[in-house]
């Protein structure tokens, strides 16, 4: 990842930069982070910028560069061209028990920030793009929009994201931290922590909304003029007593029965 750059977090917008993915995770040391990737740690080796800039330019397809540091009470791990830092599985990994945040640069050009908490997410959105604001609460949006706001650019880049998380959280993951050695290592795809399972539709039949209300009677007996006709017709009211079949006169034959059990 370069790391020239003119302000602390300029090295985010550089036009050599491709993509990249970050994450930071309070309260949990490098050798964790690595290990919640799904990386095994024993084969990390601490690296110069430049040498982890060679041991990447010989990475397979389905292979990630990890590398990654301390800052001030959290932890950071950045890949060049690699987005496991911004799959389910590492970053439920990384928040158990604690919290994480991830920044995907994508190479089609779209950006996301996401915060997660104890294996769950609480907000993911695209920067400066109003559609993507969270419905429920979201502090990280907010100070996000804070800092794009204050920039005064038209498009400014991913630089106030990172003031923003440096703002808020503490978690400053300037040009000078990206300059220090990180522990290193490759992680293969297949590898990395698998995402959790999506939750299962329920099966159960849905319950009733309300309570049974029994048959549908009428409100009153018929007239005496309809229970005279369905007397003479073999049938009863249901408030009447039942009928055995019998011919129905003027319908051709066909018997009418009472709704009524025996």
Known sequence: MHDSTDG????ADLRGTVMFCVTIARGITPEDVLSRYGADVGTARLLTSSQAGELGGRLLPTESLLTAGALNGWSFCSEEYG??????GPLAALSRGTEALSLLRGADGMNVF????????????????????PRAAHPWWDAVQERLDASGKESPGLAPVL?????RAGADLDSAALRRPRLT??????ARTPDPPM????????RPTGRRLGRLLPSAPPPEAVRTELAAR??????GTRVAWKPAPG????AIRSTDAD
């Open 8 to 11: 602390p977090w300029d090295w």
């Open 83 to 88: 987005i496991m830092g911004s799959t389910p």
């Open 114 to 133: 996401a915060h997660w908490r104890d294996g769950r997410c609480t907000e993911q959105f695209e920067p400066g793009y109003p559609s993507t604001e």
């Open 163 to 167: 003031e923003a998380v440096a703002r």
């Open 185 to 190: 290592v490759r992680l293969d795809e297949s």
């Open 199 to 206: 939750p299962v539709p329920s099966t159960r039949a849905p």
């Open 234 to 239: 073999g049938a009863t009211h249901p408030y």
């Open 251 to 254: 319908l051709d034959g066909e």
